[in-house]
């Protein structure tokens, strides 16, 4: 059964912690990505990947960090350094990154909540 | 000017009515479109895609409008499932032979019995 898995569903952290989303991926899509979703807002990119041991930043990287040492997982730390870490934050993958036909598939996503 | 624009609505319709919604984008160099479905606290989920003049899946159709840069969706005979929001996806050059989506803001839908 293939498909993009995130955990938690619901996280809640206090001011000043770090914390780390998890997504994994069964998919072998070479592409993953991290967006952003507030109220009313469209989703933002937060960092991408297109290969293991790669990763850019998106539009709104600040704050955050990512690895990629597997093909399978692409984690994503909200750092203390991000000012407004509330948000739903939602895990993707394509098959290739950056192609003209991108097409990209969403996990369930991570309702992040500072306290 | 927003790169990917929709009206937020929400539009409230009755079942069984059609309704149409449109989005905007404003990079020419767009080759490819998409439309999502994201139901309230979910994640979004392809609807359609759109490569070429338009697309048609049963109750939906898309249809692209490259000189005016705006792209539609369409569904007939609404179904109370159909309520969600419904996501205008672009993907554009962003350099060096790549491409990038960019997403609208969405605009709601609710169908009332």
């Known amino acids: 059964d293939g498909g993009i898995t995130q955990s938690p569903k619901y996280l809640f952290r206090k001011e000043g912690q770090n914390v780390t989303l998890s997504c994994e991926q069964n998919?072998?899509?070479?592409?993953m990505y991290w967006y952003r979703q507030d109220p009313g807002q469209g989703l933002r990119l937060i960092y991408y990947?297109?290969?293991?041991?790669?990763?850019q930043k998106g539009d709104i990287a600040e704050g955050y960090s990512v690895s990629r040492e597997k093909k399978e997982s692409f984690p994503l730390t909200v750092t203390s350094a991000q000012k407004n870490p509330t948000a739903f934050y939602l895990c993707?993958?394509?098959?290739?990154?950056?192609?003209?036909?991108?097409?990209?598939?969403f996990g369930p996503g991570t309702r992040l909540t500072v306290l | 000017r927003k790169e990917v624009e929709q009206d937020p609505g929400p539009f409230n319709v009755p079942e069984g009515a059609t309704v149409a919604f449109n989005c905007t984008y404003s990079?020419?160099?767009?080759?490819?479109f998409f439309w999502y479905r994201q139901d309230c606290r979910k994640e979004p989920k392809l609807l359609m895609s759109?490569?070429?003049s338009g697309n048609e899946d049963g109750r939906f159709t898309a249809q692209l409008n490259r000189a005016s840069q705006y792209i539609s969706l369409l569904i007939r005979d609404s179904k109370l499932s159909d309520s969600a929001t419904y996501l205008c996806?672009?993907?554009?050059?962003?350099?060096?032979?790549?491409?990038?989506?960019?997403f609208g803001k969405g605009t709601k839908l609710s169908v009332i019995p």
């Open positions: 993707a993958s394509s098959p290739q990154a950056g192609h003209i036909t991108d097409t990209q598939y």
């Open positions: 998919l072998n899509h070479d592409a």
């Open positions: 990947s297109q290969i293991v041991n790669d990763f």
């Open positions: 990079n020419s160099a767009s080759q490819s």
């Open positions: 759109v490569y070429s």
């Open positions: 996806v672009v993907n554009a050059p962003s350099g060096a032979g790549s491409y990038q989506l960019t």
